[in-house]
């Protein structure tokens, strides 16, 4: 054996990995990488990851990137069924409860929605229970806020978005409404219904691996946006569902539930201003 060089091993090659992190290293790249470095080292050593568990999980990665097109997100999916999209919105706004909570915006917003104004219907002729909308956009104080676009869309009577129906070309079940002096919007649609996440591809299989079910609890999603204020990405959940304790990627929270058995969704939502801390 030559002297003078290094054999790396189970104890010095995570340092060593670290170590050849450039000092002029952008200093985010430089901690992230760092702290992905270590966490994925000690996640091997935890788990003895045996080579063939290593090929396994190759092959895995490589599925999800092969699954994924313009309608299709499976990274997304796993980011979101091991609870990491919820974890960066969690971080992303820690805010006092003067204000809305935000979740998940999932898969299925679509850029240019139908204009609609107050009392206009989302689902014309579409099969359901029918469902009044009726919410108001304020600022931090409860002073209703003029000008807010307000995007709302959710699934049919039997759990899918207009993206998932025929072609998925046509636009129903959402509408983009800006709000009066009042703050408020009103609308007329169906019920929605829960519904799984896509679990035909490898996110699917890792979650019956796991013995968990793909379903997401009854709910319609909103993207409030004004200028000068955060934008509000959130969904408001049916109180009752029996998914709500179960919901596949972890984006209930209490204040987002309310009562709709007498058919009508109501809230408040309340925005922060931009510079609000
Ligand atoms: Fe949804």
Not at 47 to 69: H, K, M, N, S, Y
Not at 76 to 94: C, T
Not at 97 to 113: I, K, Q, Y
Request: proline share 7%; hydrophobic share 35%.
């Amino acid at each position: 054996m030559a002297d003078g060089h290094i054999t790396y091993t189970e104890d010095n090659l995570t340092d060593a990995v670290i170590a050849r992190i450039r000092p002029d290293a952008d200093p985010r790249v430089a901690e992230v990488m760092t702290a992905l470095i270590r966490h994925l080292h000690a996640f091997v050593k935890e788990v003895r990851l045996t080579p063939q568990e290593w090929e396994q999980g190759i092959a895995f990665l490589t599925e999800l990137g092969r699954w994924c097109d313009d309608k299709r997100q499976e990274v997304i999916l796993l980011s979101d069924v091991l609870g990491v999209s919820m974890l960066v919105d969690a971080i992303a706004n820690r805010h006092d409860a003067s204000v809305s909570d935000t979740t998940v915006l999932g898969p299925f917003h679509r850029e240019n929605p139908p204009r609609m104004k107050n009392g206009d219907n989302l689902s014309p002729g579409a099969p359901g229970t029918p469902l009044e909308i009726d919410v108001t956009v304020c600022d931090q104080d409860g002073k209703p806020l003029e000008g807010a676009q307000v995007d709302i869309w959710h699934t049919s009577a039997e759990g899918y978005y207009d993206s998932q129906i025929g072609d998925g070309e046509a636009h129903f079940m959402r509408g983009r409404f800006v709000t009066g002096p009042d703050g408020r919007v009103h609308c007329f649609t169906i019920c929605p219904a829960s519904y799984p996440v896509p679990h035909d591809g490898p996110v699917g299989r890792v979650l019956a691996a796991m013995g968990r079910g793909p379903m997401r609890p009854t709910h319609v999603h909103f993207w409030i946006k004004k200028p000068g204020y955060r934008d509000l990405i959130t969904h408001i959940f049916k109180d009752g569902d029996p998914y709500l304790h179960e919901d596949a990627v972890f984006g209930v929270k209490a204040s987002l539930v309310t009562d709709w058995s007498d058919g009508k969704l109501t809230y408040q939502f309340r925005i922060p201003r931009q510079d609000a801390a």
